[in-house]
């Protein structure tokens, strides 16, 4: 069992929007401004979407924004498109006793 | 351009030991915190280690701690994961990863760039 709660899969035809949501508890996502969201596709290796929450690393399409409300954070994707379609993970700090914790990461379809 | 390559996964006994290593190019790797992550078939991600930038400071997981140990060496731009006492659940891809910060003190544990990956398969 995953430290941060993720959906098993979210789904949406092109064009639209979607959002993964990343539940954790008050030490880790409540606690920290320190949530990261990382893409992979099957064979691959994971990819930083989003950083500290809600920044993009330089490439990283605008159509991927990152935000977080209370012991929540969550990964919305607009303008769904094909190449989107991955499993994606959150992270967190966790404090200096587990330091590093992943969400159990959802499987996107683009329909 | 950032690379970051791993070898030195294969099959092996439980009980046993392996040493992985990463091969870094294209950034000041002795400037960067380092981490190994991990991944079991079919299965989500897994934070395994950190070391500091100089080596000075090392934290792992509860899963790997007295087990596995971390190192790098600055002068040959590579970071290490010697594994002992492997388990049957620690078959996995392990990934080595930069954390996101040049430059820190300190790791901000976040992965902005991540090798390829190496199979590590315990089994008898």
């Known amino acids: 069992q995953s430290a941060l709660t993720q959906p098993a899969s979210v789904s949406g035809s092109p064009g639209q929007s979607i959002t993964i949501s990343c539940t954790g508890t008050?030490?880790?996502?409540?606690?920290?401004?320190?949530v990261s969201w990382y893409q992979q596709h099957p064979g691959k290796a994971p990819k930083l979407m989003i950083y500290?929450?809600?920044k993009r690393p330089s490439g990283v399409s605008n159509r991927f924004s990152g935000s977080k409300s209370g012991n929540t954070a969550s990964l919305t994707i607009s303008g769904l498109q094909a190449e989107d379609e991955a499993d994606y993970y959150c992270c967190s700090y966790a404090g200096s006793s587990t330091y590093v914790v992943f969400g159990g990461g959802t499987k996107l379809t683009v329909l | 351009q950032v690379q970051l390559v791993e070898s030195g996964g294969g099959v092996v006994q439980p009980g046993r030991s392996l040493r992985l290593s990463c091969a870094a190019s294209?950034?000041?790797?002795?400037?960067?915190?380092m981490h190994w992550v991990r991944q079991a078939p079919g299965k989500g991600l897994e934070w395994v280690t950190v070391?500091?930038?100089?080596?000075?400071?090392?934290y792992y997981a509860d899963s790997v701690k007295g087990r596995f140990t971390i190192s790098r060496d600055n002068s040959k731009n590579t970071l290490y994961l010697q594994m002992n006492s492997l388990r049957a659940e620690d078959t996995a891809v392990y990934y080595c990863?930069?954390?996101?910060?040049?430059?820190?003190?300190?790791?901000?544990?976040?992965?902005?760039?991540w090798g390829q990956g190496t199979l590590v398969t315990v089994s008898s």
């Open positions: 070391i500091w930038y100089d080596g000075s400071n090392k």
């Open positions: 500290e929450g809600s």
């Open positions: 990863a930069r954390d996101g910060v040049y430059g820190s003190q300190t790791p901000w544990y976040y992965f902005d760039y």
């Open positions: 294209g950034f000041s790797f002795s400037s960067y915190v």
């Open positions: 008050s030490s880790d996502v409540g606690s920290y401004n320190l």
